[in-house]
């Protein structure tokens, strides 16, 4: 059937196999791999990047104009596209040996060395870009030159297993149902005995391995918010303890370098994540894949940040009044948004609900004040929906109408998940402190997206069962989330809904 089904189909849409002789011929023509070009240039790179002329701002620009010409340069030649010959200016820290084709900067130390590449040789362009710079090209000149060295991959007969998997599909397509059932049985769920049996123990050795990052991380913490007087510092970034602690020494040498430009952090909250901006809270984020420029940037502009910040309060205020003072309010684990565009989605929503109500008025069913609910207003992509902790979560650019109707239909159930919410809150963080003593944790976090009620059921059992965990979890870090695993740092990540 599928033989079939292929040759009749129309030729635009049959599959072109080409032999593997086809492919080495095409690898071969290329001299250096993608990897092989970044290893040979790596050291080119570092000698010229742009974080490493701070001090010079001229120099820095050219190193950075020069490098993405470079690279569209050496991508245009890998590709074997026309290029035309170019030169390219970078200035380098001066060595001990002048080099011919450089101009020495008097007493800055720095020189600028230009270099021409003429050829379309990738391997020619890379020895000439070391050698103007007088890096080593050992391991470029390691590399095979000849493009007969390719080893040649082995033929495949693609007519044969096109064959074999249209037969195997047969063949699976004439099972029962049970045949199948038993190709994919369900591996037993495992118990939460015998994860900690395979795991804790190594838990334990990542632990004690990485006590000395963790320690440096907490003297670094501690020493940036007593010198630039940082409120606090968070981690709210998915890498590992090793990533927080040269985020953390990248923050340190700003502060040695840019002292008063460090001062517009003092009484804030810095936040390494995973975007780089201020949220609405005033916290300043730092993204931890951002170079050091690029915090430094942002740290300057934080008061012009501030101003539209300040504005806010109103925009909320005027949202609050025309839905009867409902409380307008910031999910706590929000995704960052800057706040000219979350001003400018209060705008929009406060037009468009001001114009519903002068023309219909509120409902008859509402109550005369709605001060003790919450409303969050959210991005145009956002569900209108009421959260598990019973706030109305509202997209800017939904129509007045559906919003009101929404309101009307889910205030019993916000009441009773808002009451629900707080009483859970109160029992989670009494269990918390519980579970930290009574089973000797060193610490005991949760993911964002356990709910209070889940995390309570989740330690109500570890408590009952406190006299076998007691002494496996002794000195342990614990994260409950909806997984087992062990990371880096030793830290134990255990599922809420943990199994005997």
Not at 203 to 210: G, H, I, M
Not at 327 to 347: C, D, G, N, T, W
Not at 461 to 484: A, E
Request: net charge positive; proline share 5%.
């Amino acid at each position: 059937m599928l033989k079939r089904c292929y040759q009749s189909a129309p030729r635009c849409f049959q599959l072109k196999f080409v032999s593997a002789a086809s492919v080495c011929n095409l690898m071969a023509r290329c001299y250096l791999s993608s990897n092989q070009l970044a290893t040979a240039l790596r050291p080119f790179y570092f000698a010229v990047h742009p974080d490493l002329f701070g001090k010079h701002p001229k120099e820095r620009a050219v190193n950075e104009n020069s490098l993405k010409q470079l690279t569209a340069y050496l991508e245009s030649v890998q590709q074997q596209k026309s290029v035309r010959p170019s030169k390219f200016t970078f200035y380098l820290r001066k060595p001990s040996a002048p080099v011919k084709t450089t101009r020495q900067l008097g007493d800055d130390a720095l020189k600028a060395v230009d270099i021409a590449l003429p050829s379309h040789d990738i391997r020619k362009a890379v020895h000439h870009i070391l050698k103007s710079c007088d890096i080593s090209t050992s391991y470029l000149d390691s590399l095979p030159v000849s493009p007969s060295k390719v080893e040649r991959l082995p033929e495949v007969n693609w007519n044969s297993r096109f064959h074999f998997y249209a037969k195997e599909s047969a063949n699976f397509r004439d099972l029962g149902v049970k045949d199948v059932e038993q190709r994919f049985v369900r591996r037993p769920l495992e118990t939460l005995g015998s994860w900690l049996t395979k795991n804790c123990e190594i838990a334990r050795r990542k632990s004690e391995a990485t006590k000395p990052i963790r320690e440096e991380t907490n003297r670094l913490q501690y020493e940036l918010c007593h010198n630039v007087r940082i409120k606090e510092i968070l981690w709210s970034c998915g890498w590992g303890i090793a990533h927080f602690k040269g985020c953390l020494q990248s923050l340190e040498s700003l502060r040695q370098n840019h002292p008063e430009v460090l001062k517009n952090l003092e009484g804030r909250t810095v936040v390494f994540g995973n975007m780089t901006g201020v949220n609405l809270d005033g916290h300043i984020i730092l993204s931890s894949s951002d170079v050091r420029n690029a915090w430094l940037e942002l740290i300057k502009s934080v008061k012009e940040e501030d101003i539209t910040r300040q504005r806010i309060p109103a925009v909320e205020l005027a949202v609050s009044r025309v839905l009867r003072d409902i409380k307008v309010v910031h999910r706590k684990f929000q995704p960052a948004v800057a706040p000219h565009l979350y001003e400018s989605r209060l705008r929009m929503l406060s037009a468009s609900l001001t114009d519903f109500w002068v023309k219909n008025g509120y409902p008859s069913s509402w109550p005369q004040s709605l001060e003790f609910f919450q409303l969050v207003v959210e991005c145009d992509a956002s569900p209108l929906m009421l959260t598990p902790t019973g706030q109305f979560l509202v997209p800017a650019s939904c129509p007045a109408s559906l919003i009101t109707n929404f309101i009307t239909e889910n205030l019993v159930e916000a009441n009773r998940r808002l009451l629900s919410y707080k009483q859970n809150k109160r029992q989670e963080i009494i269990l918390h402190n519980l579970c930290m003593k009574e089973l000797g944790l060193e610490a005991l976090h949760k993911d964002d997206n356990v709910t209070p009620d889940r995390m309570i059921h989740c330690l109500q059992r570890l408590l009952t069962r406190k006299d076998q965990l007691g002494d496996v979890f002794r000195g342990t870090r614990i994260n409950i989330t909806h997984f087992y695993s062990v990371l880096e740092d030793g830290e134990m990540c255990l599922p809420w809904n943990w199994i005997d």
